[in-house]
């Protein structure tokens, strides 16, 4: 089944169609109102799902709403950066953003990262909603074998994949379209998870 949302409440389903031949200029004239309304649907790559939110497509408030009020910080832009510490500072999660929509600066990165990896944060900090803090690379190979293999430089692991995402920007900007997902291991043991979009 081939189902293009072009809103919230309506969705075309081609799988009714009786021929490719009436598939095609449907799906041509569907991806034509998009070009003409600027109606981009989000593509999110999975590695884009961190501590419960999309990078490139959440705005900060939901982490927020998530992690609690945290600190505003300076970040790349003025008081664009926002900080999060758990367990008595030990963990740490760190968000960034240049584009504004209407949820606050998008996460175009988040760092997630700890110097104590026996500890938790009662919080949801994982990766693609399995992978968290302080498991052995070997159970963190088996949560990713459906990805295809990482770049590994000596304790850093390395995904890029390509993606869409438009947010509504109040300040303008171009649209997502690379994810990199980086996990840093120390003694064979994930310490830190670091994903961002350009």
Not at 48 to 54: N, T
Not at 117 to 136: A, E, H, I, N
Not at 177 to 195: D, N, P
Request: aromatic share 8%.
């Amino acid at each position: 089944m081939v189902a293009w949302q072009h809103s919230v409440d309506q969705t075309v389903n081609c799988s009714r169609l009786t021929s490719v031949a009436y598939a095609q200029p449907v799906l041509l004239l569907l991806a034509t109102v998009r070009l003409l309304t600027s109606e981009f649907p989000a593509v999110l790559p999975p590695i884009a799902k961190c501590c419960g939110v999309y990078v490139g497509s959440s705005g900060q408030e939901a982490l927020i709403s998530k992690l609690g009020s945290g600190k505003v910080t300076m970040g790349g832009h003025s008081n664009s950066g926002h900080d999060w510490m758990f367990a008595n500072g030990e963990i740490t999660v760190r968000t960034d953003g240049f584009a504004i929509s209407p949820n606050g600066y998008v996460v175009e990165g988040l760092e997630v990262e700890t110097s104590s990896p026996q500890k938790t944060s009662g919080k949801d900090l994982s990766w693609m909603g399995t992978v968290q803090l302080g498991m052995p690379s070997t159970l963190v190979r088996t949560l990713t074998k459906h990805l295809p293999p990482p770049k590994v430089v000596e304790s850093s692991w390395t995904w890029t994949q390509r993606g869409y995402a438009e947010p509504q920007h109040k300040n303008g900007g171009d649209p997502y379209k690379l994810w990199t997902a980086r996990l840093q291991f120390a003694g064979a043991v994930l310490v830190g998870i670091y994903v961002d979009c350009s």
